[in-house]
C-alpha cells in the first residue's frame, strides 16, 4: 500500500516553472506572468531566449530564476545552434536550460549523435554552473526509447529528463515519470510538463517521482494548495 506523501505550500511552490513559453505572450502578458511567478515564490519562470534579460529584470531581488528553452519546440537545430542559443541565454540571465534533444535522431538509433548533442549544451552550461533538463518529448517514443534516452542524458551530465515541452500530441504521464525516475540514478531529477494544471495532478506527479513540473495555472494550483494547508503552511 502506498503512503501519502506529506507536503506544505512552499514545498509545491517550489517545484513549480512558470511556463511563459506561449507564443501569442505580449511583452505586457510576460511582466504580469512574472508577477505571479513572484507572488507565490515559485522555482523559476520558464521562457523563451529572447525573453531572458525582461525576466530576469522583472524578477530581480526575488527567489524565483529564469529557465530558458533551447531547440525548442522539436530540437531539430544543428548542436552549433543549440550552444549558441543556450550561450546568449545564459549571458542574458538564464540560470537554468531546457534544452529538446533530437528526436527524430533518437527515434533513428542514432544515440552518438544524441548524446553529442546533449553534452555540448550541458557543458557549456555547467562551465556557467547553469544546470540542464533535457526534454525528451515522450508522446513521440517507445518506453525503451525513453529508456535509452534518460540513459544518454545521464552519461551526458544532464541535470534533469524531462518528459515533453507541452506543445506535442501528448504530456506528462504518471507512468512516463515512474519510468524516467527508474531509468536515471538518484542523481538526475525528473521534470514533468504538459497537463499538470491542478493541485491534485501536482501531487500526483510529486508521488510518480517529479522534483520539477511546468504549469500555466500556477495561481490556481497555489491558491488550492493555500486553501488546503494554509497561507504559513
Known amino acids: 500500500m502506498s503512503t501519502k506523501v506529506e507536503y506544505s505550500a512552499r514545498d509545491i511552490a517550489k517545484m513549480i516553472d512558470h511556463s511563459l513559453l506561449r507564443p501569442e505572450l505580449t511583452t505586457a502578458d510576460i511582466l504580469a506572468e512574472c508577477a505571479i511567478a513572484r507572488r507565490y515564490d515559485v522555482a523559476a519562470v520558464c521562457c523563451a531566449s529572447t525573453d531572458v534579460a525582461m525576466c530576469r529584470e522583472a524578477l530581480a531581488g526575488s527567489g524565483v530564476i529564469v529557465a530558458a528553452v533551447v531547440g525548442f519546440p522539436h530540437g531539430y537545430v544543428p548542436t552549433e545552434v543549440k550552444v549558441r542559443e543556450a550561450t546568449a541565454a545564459m549571458e542574458d540571465g538564464a540560470r537554468e536550460l531546457d534544452m ?35 526534454i525528451l518529448e515522450n508522446c513521440y517514443l517507445t518506453d525503451e526509447q525513453k529508456r535509452t534516452g534518460c540513459r544518454l542524458c545521464e552519461e551526458a551530465g544532464a541535470d534533469f529528463v524531462k518528459t515533453s515541452t507541452g506543445f ?10 515512474a519510468l524516467m525516475r527508474a531509468a536515471v540514478s538518484p542523481s538526475v531529477q525528473v521534470k514533468a510538463a504538459g497537463g499538470v494544471r491542478d493541485l491534485d495532478m501536482a501531487l500526483k506527479v510529486r508521488e510518480a517521482g517529479a522534483t520539477r513540473f511546468g504549469a500555466t495555472r500556477t495561481e490556481a494550483i497555489m491558491e488550492e494548495a493555500y486553501r488546503r494547508k494554509g497561507r504559513t503552511g
Do not use: P, W
Not at 552518438?112 to 556557467?128: G, P, T
Not at 506535442?168 to 515519470?177: S, Y
Open 100 to 134: 529538446v534533444l533530437h528526436i527524430g535522431r533518437l527515434r533513428s538509433g542514432e544515440l552518438d549523435y544524441v548524446k553529442a548533442d546533449i553534452k555540448a549544451v550541458v557543458d557549456a552550461a555547467h562551465a556557467r554552473k547553469v544546470r540542464v533538463k533535457v
Open 168 to 177: 506535442a500530441q501528448g504530456g506528462a504521464t504518471l507512468g512516463d515519470i
